[in-house]
């Protein structure tokens, strides 16, 4: 950029790219597709730090303890999006109390005061009172996208305050919440004049809506591309539902049981034959198999089946998913068994991603015949699949061998083998080769959950080949110390470690301290850890939180325990923020 | 890149390092007694956990081996001994088949939702399926005075009031007041083991429920078997409020 060609000026002159003026940068900087490369850019330079955390426009805390909300909410100011994340993952299988923390609103208050334009808020794993939502509803003027995710705290009353406070709502996501029924009918709340909605979701919702007052809704926003029902919709007000509004993209029907009519068939097959945009479904299909029919004209256009709640099983549910040729996400119950997931093997060769859930996962008698044998069909015949959780009772090191050699391009591999320490079933060997072989193969994968019988042997092929592994989940497997230590000296990328009922100390932690704090968390539960090497990790590492959980009903104070005292869970994660203040009594921060 | 440690925790040297990942034939529990001290003489420095802790049988995990292992061997007192011993006793009483918490990795909201459907029945089971729902309800809501959130409970996965409301405990921090009163009484179940005691406060709670009537009761009043098959939600009220809901035995 300087100019013609002269040569005689020194070139001690500072780049031409220095002067350019910070509005330039932050224009540059939003063609960054990803938070991480934001991240990376700012930690360059002042000049690109100041510029790019004053146009970040969509914040994402990972862990709501990392930092304070008002430090949040000040070094981005100008955030129209926020996504926080609250309870640590095990939550969601009840390994973590009640009232642990991770409370929305010193996040909805600090966003209050500081980003007047925000538009969109979402909230996973974390308690989301009514005030909370009455807060947003009139904090935000442009407030458009609200995502709840298996949260709690609210009510239906909360959802009233939303519905009629948020004049310019596009988005209501309710998925898998706690809602308690106050029995308002607060969807009558949208006002007439409301037009904007594009996506409803209310499948959590237990309790009651006014079908009239909901059609009249969909009738009048006509840009509704989600809808998600509840159970409380029955099928024929589906049907009609679906009839007004022929636009939409994903259909959610709630409960679909009832008892046959051909006539009710007939209104259901017209309203789909309308639908010529309808690219993903879900819904508790319980029963009924005889309506499945109803749905084939959609068949073809499915990118997406959600049957994870339907326990329809048997010959019409296959031929239902062999239709679906497009399919990219398959969720489904284990009662489509081997037989079935060979069909989706042969129709569905798109499939990007699949998840099969336990039908019985506490009745050992109610077998179902669904083995290692479908999975291993699928990832031989769809070279796209890349993601799969899967539930099982049994697996061998061959069937492993033979998914890994088929499908490398693995990104998310969770097999759940219901009964822990579950061996090979044919040589009965531990599944360490199996698992061995995935992580050497699939050099991409990101997150991985372990199950069945499984010595410290696999734990050092994990650490060793698994360099772009973030997410790591471990129960009952291992034998020592070793194993955790495998995992922490290797995993370059580490940044999310769940452990259950492994026969690991916290040797390991000391002895890999500084590990800890380049990860977002690791949480240990029914593992073999004392008091005294806690206090010592969290001594040594300032910036972690090192969070103590005992049994509720025994909360006593630190200083009556000893070093050799058990802990039951351990939790620590990095950050800048100091220990909370709002922790329980049966939680302590060490 | 880790920083060089002021101490070597994890004792490994290099020959201990490799002969502790030597490849072996056998069952990791038998592996497990032969790798660690045969290891070329150099001693891992895992002497500070309790015997035994380290190592898994096969069965233990299933009932919450390793916690039963480690209270073992710390030192406890007297009382919190017999209470461990009796939820110990409390795990391995049901077969090996017992409910380990959160395991299988199912959520909740998922457990509950497929509480509520009931399976299409095979066709030569029908009958059996159709009859293998309890009368009245599995899950039932939970709430608790001033608490901002619901529970929900399986009426099913409980065989009388003492563990109702020992899972009601656990659910909401508070605690049995009788518990090891009732211990002795046997046979003698209700409602010594429903009274409950708010752990914060200091305030009795009382356990009540609304039945298929709508109408309020206090829990325990009737045999167990007829609560469950008329009990439709429960409620822990605190004290004052209950007045009304008739006398309970102290």
């Known amino acids: 950029m300087g100019r013609g060609g002269s040569r005689a000026a020194p070139a001690a002159a500072a780049p031409p790219w220095h002067a350019l003026p910070d509005e330039v940068w932050e224009h540059a900087f939003s063609f960054l597709p990803s938070a991480s490369d934001r991240g990376a850019v700012a930690g360059s330079c002042h000049s690109w730090l100041r510029a790019e955390r004053r146009s970040r426009r969509r914040l994402i805390v990972a862990n709501c303890y990392a930092a304070a909300p008002r430090d949040a909410v000040e070094r981005f100011p100008a955030v129209r999006a926020a996504e926080v994340k609250g309870k640590p993952h095990f939550a969601d299988f009840g390994l973590v109390p009640p009232a642990w923390g991770a409370a929305a609103e010193p996040w909805v208050a600090a966003a209050a005061d500081g980003w007047p334009l925000l538009e969109e808020l979402s909230f996973k794993r974390m308690v989301v009172t009514d005030e909370c939502l009455e807060m947003i509803a009139a904090s935000f003027r442009n407030f458009q996208v609200l995502r709840l995710v298996s949260c709690e705290g609210f009510s239906t009353a909360g959802l009233a305050a939303i519905a009629a406070g948020c004049r310019n709502l596009r988005e209501l996501d309710l998925q898998e919440n706690e809602i308690e029924d106050c029995s308002i009918h607060w969807l009558s709340l949208f006002p007439e004049s409301f037009t904007s909605l594009v996506t409803l979701n209310f499948s959590c919702l237990e309790g009651d809506v006014n079908i009239t007052v909901l059609e009249r809704l969909v009738t009048r926003c006509r840009n509704l591309k989600t809808l998600k029902l509840n159970n409380a919709i029955p099928l024929d007000k589906l049907a009609s539902l679906v009839r007004k509004a022929p636009q939409i993209v994903e259909l959610g029907t709630g409960r679909f049981s009832a008892d046959y009519h051909p006539d009710l068939f007939a209104k259901l097959e017209a309203a789909c034959a309308g639908c010529k945009s309808l690219r993903r479904l879900s819904g508790a299909w319980d029963a009924v198999p005889e309506y499945l029919p109803a749905f084939y004209c959609v068949c073809e256009g499915l990118t997406s089946l959600n049957l994870s709640y339907a326990t329809v099983r048997g010959p019409e549910l296959i031929k239902f998913i062999s239709r679906c040729k497009n399919l990219q996400l398959l969720w489904v119950m284990d009662l489509i068994e081997d037989h079935g997931l060979a069909v989706v093997a042969s129709s569905c060769n798109k499939l990007q991603e699949l998840r099969v859930f336990p039908s019985a996962p506490f009745d050992a008698a109610e077998q179902v015949s669904l083995t290692e044998r479908g999975l291993v069909d699928v990832s031989a015949s769809c070279p796209m699949l890349e993601s799969v959780l899967y539930f099982c009772r049994r697996m061998t090191n061959e069937a492993l061998i033979t998914i890994a050699k088929n499908r490398p391009n693995f990104t998310c591999f969770r097999l759940c083998i219901i009964e822990p320490h579950t061996p090979d079933y044919i040589t009965h060997q531990p599944l360490d080769a199996g698992f061995s072989a995935i992580v050497e193969s699939c050099k991409g994968l990101r997150r991985l959950s372990v199950s069945g019988l499984l010595t410290d042997r696999v734990f050092k092929s994990i650490g060793a080949h698994a360099n772009r592994l973030e997410m790591l989940s471990i129960a009952f497997a291992g034998n020592s110390d070793l194993g955790l230590h495998y995992i922490l000296s290797g995993c370059k990328s580490l940044k999310k470690l769940e452990i259950r009922d492994c026969p690991f100390g916290d040797k390991p932690l000391l002895a890999n301290a500084a590990k800890l704090e380049t990860m977002r968390s690791l949480w240990m539960s029914s593992c073999s850890l004392t008091l005294g090497p806690c206090q010592q990790l969290a001594r040594k590492m300032p910036r972690l939180n090192v969070e103590v959980m005992n049994d509720p009903r025994r909360a006593c104070p630190l200083d009556s325990l000893t070093d050799e005292s058990p802990v039951e869970t351990l939790y620590v994660y990095r950050t800048i923020a100091g220990p909370r203040s709002d922790t329980p009594a049966y939680v302590q921060i060490v | ?250």
């Open chain 2, 1 to 250: 890149m880790t920083p060089p440690q002021e101490r070597d925790y994890m004792g490994l040297s290099p020959a201990a390092a490799v002969a502790a990942t030597e490849l072996r034939l056998g069952l990791p529990g038998t592996e497990e007694a032969e790798g660690g001290e045969a290891a070329a003489g150099a001693p891992l420095t895992l002497d500070l956990l309790p015997k035994g802790g380290a190592k898994r049988g096969f069965a233990d995990a299933i009932v919450g081996g390793t916690a039963g292992q480690r209270r073992e061997a710390a030192a406890r007192s007297k009382e919190e001994e017999e209470e461990e011993e009796e939820e110990e006793k409390k795990a391995q009483a049901p077969a090996a088949k017992a409910q380990v918490v959160g395991w299988p990795p199912i959520r909740s909201y998922r457990k509950n939702t497929m509480a509520m459907n009931t399976p299409t029945p095979k066709s030569k089971n029908d009958a059996e399926a159709k009859q293998a729902p309890a009368q009245g309800c599995f899950y039932v809501k939970v709430s608790m005075d001033g608490a901002p959130y619901l529970r929900k409970v399986d009426l099913k996965m409980y065989k009388n009031y003492k563990e109702l409301s020992l899972a009601l405990e656990k659910m909401f921090s508070c605690f049995t007041v009788g518990h090891s009163e009732s211990n002795g009484k046997s046979g003698r179940e209700g409602l010594s083991d429903c009274r409950l005691m708010d752990l914060k406060n200091g305030t009795e709670l009382l356990l009540t429920y609304e039945d298929k009537d709508g109408d309020w009761m206090l829990v325990g009043d009737v045999p167990w078997r007829m609560f469950t098959g008329s009990c439709r939600r429960l409620r822990i009220m605190k004290g004052p409020d209950a007045v009304g809901l008739g006398k309970y035995s102290s």
